[in-house]
């Protein structure tokens, strides 16, 4: 079979899979986990290109706490090219939701904050992240309404691209083969289908003033809440 023919059967496949989906992902369940799917070729919106450093930092602010964290992703977009690339993750305060296992929200504050912090440092927010602690990174429902959300909030109406990814680290699965954690970076498409997104890494060779300074950033809150945590035990 030529090339052109395995790739017209895989893009008939991913269509096949893609309506498979939209049949079968009615769900109210907004904690629901859905599988994303492979993009068809001529369907990839943006390349993606993320350093090193970014996603050290999100697993170490990923295995900081059992419950899940969240953060914002800073770095460029380049419309020419059509590339976008995520230089730094930037910690946020979670709000508490009251499923802090299963469910993550910014804290307000922390949004405005962080944000600002972000166009200080000469960057844009290109995605944001946040962790399935004990599952497996296949977004929920509600993670794809917050998704599709931003990336309608980012939309870059000169070349009507949605420039901004979604990032999920599961740091402690146990069904996992190995201690190493495992990244999903997706995409929403059509307003409902999350898609994974490929990306070519750019590798740092030392971390840097701002990674070290962020690495400080989480672990006060969380310290705080572990010892409240202890305290209530001792008093029960």
């Known amino acids: 079979m030529s090339q052109n023919g395995q790739n017209a059967d895989k893009n008939k496949d991913n269509r096949n899979r893609i309506t498979e989906y939209m049949w079968h992902s009615d769900s109210e369940d907004p904690l629901r986990l859905v599988q994303c799917q492979d993009f068809p070729n001529f369907k990839i919106p ?28 800073g770095g460029e977009w380049d419309p020419k090219r059509m590339v ?9 305060k979670a709000l508490d939701v009251g499923q802090d296992d299963k469910n993550v929200e910014i804290e307000p504050t922390s949004l405005v904050t962080v944000t600002k912090e972000i ?5 844009r927010v290109v995605g944001w992240y946040h962790s399935h602690t004990t599952f497996q990174p296949d977004p929920s429902q ?7 959300n931003y990336q309608v909030l980012f939309r870059d109406e000169e070349t009507k691209t949605e420039p901004f990814i979604g990032v999920i680290d599961a740091a402690y699965d146990i069904r996992l083969p190995t201690c190493s ?21 750019h590798f740092n060779e030392r971390l840097t003033a701002y990674d070290y300074k962020a690495m400080k950033k989480p672990t006060e809150p969380i310290l705080m809440r572990f010892g409240d945590s202890i305290q209530r035990k001792r008093n029960l």
């Open 46 to 73: 943006f390349h993606l290109e993320i350093h090193s450093n970014a996603v050290f930092l999100i697993d170490f602010h990923s295995h900081l706490s059992n419950n899940e964290v969240i953060g914002f992703l």
């Open 84 to 92: 976008i690339r995520v230089i730094r993750a930037y910690p946020c």
């Open 119 to 123: 166009k200080n440092d000469g960057l």
């Open 142 to 148: 509600r993670d794809i309404e917050n998704q599709n």
């Open 181 to 201: 954690s495992v990244f999903n970076f997706f995409w929403i498409m059509n307003k409902s289908i999350p898609m994974k997104l490929l990306f070519s890494p």
